[in-house]
């Protein structure tokens, strides 16, 4: 079955300056990759998406690339925000969502 | 739309007691699935379904059944609860996986202990 890992576990960056996080997946049957923004105590929610047939996709300060040859995907968020701490999920897609193990990003005023 | 509702939102059992999760959409959508998240940690798969009378195992489905008899709910049952099983359960929908309209909705979880 699928399986996605995700680098780092924890990312701790200064206001403004950007964030990366990586993912890899195994089953390159896997067609799309969404992106979850989770903060303390909450739901799970999509921040950004991207397709199998696309190789890179922005809205506003967050971008998601794509490389399939190498079944890797990341998500960079420019000018970071303290409201852009929380947990970051990657995920990968086949008939089911399987998702990485999370990326715990904080953000200093 | 409410979206996906949860019930209850707090619960706490004691070993070897079952209980039932209830998990409903109004969204028509046909995938639901239901995942645990242990503290500090991401979203395992327990089930899922792709539309009414049917059922499928995701990672972590040992102690744990499902049913879907309508597209709106999907229940997650436990039988003879262990303490393993404290965890904060998220209940979700999407109308397709393969399409355009495969956005999963959450909803505002469960959270259970077991003591």
């Known amino acids: 079955g699928e399986n996605v890992e995700q680098h780092p576990s924890t990312l701790s960056v200064q206001e403004g300056d950007s964030a990366v996080i990586k993912c890899t997946y195994s089953d390159s049957a896997s067609n799309y990759f969404p992106w979850y923004k989770q903060e303390l105590g909450k739901r799970p929610q999509l921040i950004i998406d991207?397709?199998?047939?696309?190789g890179e996709k922005k809205d506003q300060r967050i971008a998601v690339t794509l490389n399939k040859t190498a079944k890797h995907f990341s998500l960079h968020i420019t000018e970071t925000q303290p409201e852009d701490s929380a947990v970051y999920f990657c995920?990968?897609?086949?008939?089911?969502?399987?998702f990485g193990t999370g990326t715990r990003l904080q953000v200093f005023p | 739309n409410a979206g996906v509702t949860q019930t209850p939102k707090f619960r706490i059992l004691k070993i070897g007691q079952s209980m039932t999760l209830q998990c409903a959409q109004d969204?028509?959508?046909?995938?639901m699935y239901w995942y645990r998240q242990d503290p500090g940690m991401g979203l395992k798969l327990i089930y899922y379904?792709?539309?009414?009378?049917?059922?499928d195992k995701g990672e972590v489905p040992n102690g744990y059944n499902v049913s879907r008899s309508t597209t709106e709910d999907f229940p997650l049952r436990l039988e003879l609860a262990a303490p393993s099983q404290t965890s904060v359960y998220f209940c979700?929908?999407?109308?397709?996986?393969?399409?355009?309209?495969?956005?999963?909705?959450f909803g505002p979880g469960t959270r259970l202990t077991v003591l």
């Open positions: 991207i397709r199998s047939n696309v």
């Open positions: 379904s792709v539309g009414a009378g049917i059922t």
């Open positions: 969204m028509n959508h046909n995938y």
């Open positions: 979700a929908s999407s109308y397709s996986v393969r399409s355009s309209y495969n956005e999963q909705f």
């Open positions: 995920a990968a897609v086949t008939d089911k969502l399987i």
